[in-house]
């Protein structure tokens, strides 16, 4: 019965107690300490990684689950322009596996290699999709971006800060470079600084010429200058260093179509066979040496396909 008492005197005393006023006191000056300590770049971080996480839908966790490297390929396909996301890419990649299965299988292949090639191609094939749309986007952006450097440049002889000459590009200049600009000026709205918005752009298209000009900017701002001179003089170089492009493009053409044709002929040859008189060609699932020659083969021409990939290849 003591025990009890105590116990009941305990609790009565604990609830009419109420909070220290001193701890709370101390509470709301951490918290606000820690609001105010934290910069506008990491609330907006914050922020924008709360929009994205409130955009992601199940498919997208499955896809975040089965396919490898979820955040490189998030930003992958950032790249493209494009409103794709993960689960539609893992639907995307989900579907043509499936029918390229299927297909394989009715062809009476054996059901662990048309497994196989079915998982090859519902990885290879979105890949390679993604990554030819992300090529021709940073083609738009780097085709028009000099004309872009050029308004900045007019845009800051006429007396604009450089935030305002951004926003105006963004509005005038039209395809990828007005989309990225747009994008950098909301950024800076937001509460991020230009330097690290024009690096998170920098960082995402992965051209050189955007770094070129975002090294420009970081050096002005440090050293000072003709800020307009030094990006006319950019321009000008970004114009040179596009059309040695396009003459190395026109000079290795030839190279490039004979290493496409050589490469691709003995494939064409097979399926063509294969499609005229199947019996033929089943060898090459079913006889072991035959698969053995067939694996041989296949390692010797992408050998050879490699090593003609990068003599025509050129970097500038």
């Not at 519902?122 to 749309?133: A, C, N, R, T």
């Not at 059309?243 to 494939?267: C, W």
Request: hydrophobic share 45%; glycine share 10%; aromatic share 8%.
């Amino acid at each position: 019965m003591a025990f009890s008492g105590c116990v009941s005197l305990g609790l009565i005393l604990l609830a009419f107690s109420g909070p220290s006023a001193g701890k709370a006191k101390s509470r709301r000056m951490e918290s606000l300490k820690s609001r105010h300590s934290e910069t506008g770049d990491i609330l907006a971080q914050a922020q924008m990684r709360r929009v994205l996480t409130m955009r992601d839908t199940k498919m997208d966790g499955y896809a975040t689950r089965f396919l490898p490297k979820p955040e490189m390929l998030r930003v992958r396909l950032s790249q493209t322009g494009k409103n794709w996301t993960l689960g539609k890419y893992f639907m995307f990649c989900l579907g043509i596996g499936l029918v390229i299965t299927l297909l394989l299988a009715l062809k009476h292949v054996p059901l662990i290699i048309a497994l196989l090639v079915g998982i090859a191609a519902g990885l290879g094939i979105p890949h390679k999709v993604v990554g030819f749309m992300i090529k021709r986007r940073v083609g738009q952006f780097t085709a028009k971006f000099p004309d872009a450097i050029e308004l900045l440049v007019r845009g800051l002889r006429s007396g604009l800060p450089i935030t305002e000459t951004m926003g105006v590009v963004g509005a005038e200049v039209p395809g990828p470079v007005g989309v990225e600009f747009r994008l950098i000026n909301d950024r800076i709205k937001i509460g991020r600084t230009m330097e690290a918005s024009l690096q998170d752009t920098a960082d995402r298209l992965g051209t050189p010429e955007f770094q070129f000009f975002v090294i420009t900017l970081a050096i002005q701002r440090e050293t000072g200058g003709n800020l307009a001179e030094t990006l006319a003089n950019l321009a000008d170089v970004l114009r040179k260093r596009s059309q040695m492009k396009l003459k190395i493009k026109a000079m290795s053409s030839e190279s490039k179509a004979s290493a496409y044709i050589v490469g691709s002929l003995p494939f064409f040859v097979f399926v063509t066979v294969w499609v005229m008189n199947p019996s033929y060609m089943t060898g090459f699932f079913h006889e072991t040496r035959l698969e053995i020659a067939g694996a041989l083969g296949l390692t010797w021409m992408g050998i050879g396909a490699f090593i003609m990939a990068k003599m025509v290849s050129f970097e500038i």
